[in-house]
């Protein structure tokens, strides 16, 4: 449990959303852009990310368990923990650190019931309202506050910005991610805000593999560097 905790208590927390239809290449059968996604994972935890959230849905059962299994087994070795996007079931029968739950009501509390002692348990907020209820569960672990910026993956929602993401800040005592359109370039104006640290999936996207090896240690230096500088400001 205290390592679970240090991490998340850490100056900066960097998150890994997966979405196979970004991360991945388009061509080459489901087994092909299960690798991939893999691939991915496995250099997003050498570069030292924190959390990684697979979030995947149209997987059947078989295949999200899967996934789960082989994200946990290749990240054993690192600082990664992995999460699984709004299934708690598939997450403990993976092995899975934990469970990250949608904004949509669903007890947290209920949800840690069903883990281990160090399950990390998360979730979705959209406003200073459901901030508020995540911090009254006392059941939450961290947040993740969005959209902040304009973002492809929510064309239709309107960002938070960043006074938005300032007030959900202090809402919560827990620990609060942004994400939505976050590049590395606004890593000071999100640390400014409060924020633990930023999530995202194209953040995290390449054009080739060797690019993303070359490149990612690189990006995830560079915003820990932005949340470092807040702390010395503090």
Known sequence: MDRVR??????????????????????????GVERQLLDVISDCADAGLDLVQIRESGLSDRCLLGLVRAAVHRTRATRTHVLVNDRPDVALAAGAAGVHLKDDGRSAARVRMLGPRDWIVGRSVHDVAAARRAEESGAVDYVLAGTVFR????PGRQPLGLEALRDIVQACRRPVLAIGGVAVADGVAVAATGAAGVAGIRLFRFDSSLERRLRLATRVQALRAAFDRRGTLD
Do not use: M
């Open 6 to 31: 240090t991490a998340l208590k850490s100056r900066s927390l960097i998150c890994l959303v997966t979405d196979r239809r970004v991360l991945t290449e388009a061509a080459g059968d489901e087994a």
């Open 151 to 154: 973002s492809v993956s929510k």
